[in-house]
T-cell receptor, first 113, second 111 residues
Framework: SQQGEEDPQALSIQEGENATMNCSYK?????LQWYRQNSGRGLVHLIL?????REKHSGRLRVTLDTSKKSSSLLITASRAADTASYFC?????????????FGTGTKLQVIP | DGGITQSPKYLFRKEGQNVTLSCEQN?????MYWYRQDPGQGLRLIYY???????QKGDIAEGYSVSREKKESFPLTVTSAQKNPTAFYLC??????????FGEGSRLTVL
């Protein structure tokens, strides 16, 4: 089974609304990252939050991390049609000098113009 | 331009054949990764490497092999032992404890 699981699996909203995606993971992490993937393309990094951080912002993105609950959320404010994509959380669980990054199952976001 | 390049973009294979997917980066990253993505699914880790001549099995390494003879290159071989190889393969690289940079992927279809 995968380290991370996103919720919901799919989300459809109107342009201008906010979109919230959640990620739960199973083991302790060094950091958690969020990525975006347009259909059939490679992933693009959005934001990284370290295990000792609780919240981080980047433009219209806000990420929270609760290590006690092993969960994170990604908020996209004032969504645009161009935000339509799949979003994945990824966790770094490496140790001993190794960085091991594993991904969740993803949330497919559709923003309707 | 700096980046990570995967080739070929599309590859067709007959059952029983080995195929090798290329991944090259000029970002001077130590870490490199291979992931498999099935339709509508997340990414699953096949192999990863932190330094030259060293690599670790990921969650689904069976039927795959890799080498890391140069810092810039991390080729993946899909062997005939991989029973269901049709998938989208993604290569990534990164600095330690940092973000990953992805290639555009290679789509393998078994005929």
């Amino acid at each position: 089974s995968q380290q991370g699981e996103e919720d919901p699996q799919a989300l459809s909203i109107q342009e201008g609304e906010n979109a919230t995606m959640n990620c739960s993971y199973k083991t302790s992490i060094n950091n958690l990252q969020w990525y975006r993937q347009n259909s059939g393309r490679g992933l693009v990094h959005l934001i990284l939050i370290r295990s000792n951080e609780r919240e981080k912002h980047s433009g219209r993105l806000r990420v929270t991390l609760d290590t006690s609950k092993k969960s994170s959320s990604l908020l996209i404010t004032a969504s645009r049609a161009a935000d339509t994509a799949s979003y994945f959380c990824a966790t770094d669980t490496g140790s001993g000098g190794y960085q091991k990054v594993t991904f969740g199952t993803g949330t497919k976001l559709q923003v309707i113009p | 331009d700096g980046g990570i390049t995967q080739s070929p973009k599309y590859l067709f294979r007959k059952e029983g054949q080995n195929v090798t997917l290329s991944c090259e980066q000029n970002l001077n990253h130590d870490a490199m990764y291979w992931y498999r993505q099935d339709p509508g699914q997340g990414l699953r880790l096949i192999y990863y490497s932190q330094i030259v001549n060293d690599f670790q099995k990921g969650d689904i390494a069976e039927g795959y092999s890799v080498s890391r003879e140069k810092k810039e290159s991390f080729p993946l071989t899909v062997t005939s032992a991989q029973k269901n190889p049709t998938a989208f393969y993604l290569c990534a690289s990164g600095l330690f404890a940092g973000e990953l940079f992805f290639g555009e992927g290679s789509r393998l279809t078994v005929l």
